[in-house]
């Protein structure tokens, strides 16, 4: 074999093992590594903030996500069902605290505070999106009855990006006096390889 043969074939597997190399770090990842991905609460599918004494979660939860999780045939006709939509997990508490005993003082205000968390948080809660407010159109919460102090909540908001672009959610609660935003980026989120 001629030398400069040899440099091609040096070169283009080269080329070939550095493609495979970039697809499995920066490409469509496994069902396995995805749902770990969007599962690790360090993740780029979730974001915290401090505000006053509460500690605010965000998961961003794909469509794809919600299939895997769900369904296990027909997923990809499953993601394209569930993918005009755009759902979050909100997680609310207080470091160290039971949430709603750190924040009322009697029965009277235990039941308050439970309804406004099973109903009225719902209209406080919105997406900014291509110079769209949308609101909240599906709104669980959860009412957990375990240690933790915190309390958890199942968002979902039209999506007419269909995952892609910029989505602001919008937290204007009584609780603090600023309004909470969470920017949430999907065009770099880590995507699913079907």
Known sequence: MKQGVRWSIAIGLAFVLALVGYWSFFGPLSKEAYLAEVRDREGAFCQRQEVDDFRVELWYTPAAYMALQQYEDSLVSRIEAMSGMQYYTLKLGIPGEDLVKSLTSGPE???????????????DIYIEQSGQK??????????????GGSRT??????????????????????????????VIEKDGLPQLWL
Do not use: I, M, N
Not at 111 to 123: A, E, I, K, P, V
Not at 164 to 182: D, H, I, K, M, Y
């Open 153 to 182: 909540f199942t968002l979902g908001f039209e999506d007419p990006a269909k995952g892609q672009g910029t989505s602001t959610l919008v937290l204007e609660s009584a609780l603090w006096e600023q309004p909470l935003r969470f």
């Open 109 to 123: 205000e235990v039941q308050r505070l439970l309804y406004y968390f099973s109903y009225g948080l719902q209209s």
């Open 134 to 147: 949308l609101p909240c159109v599906l709104y669980h919460f959860e009412r957990s009855y375990d240690l």
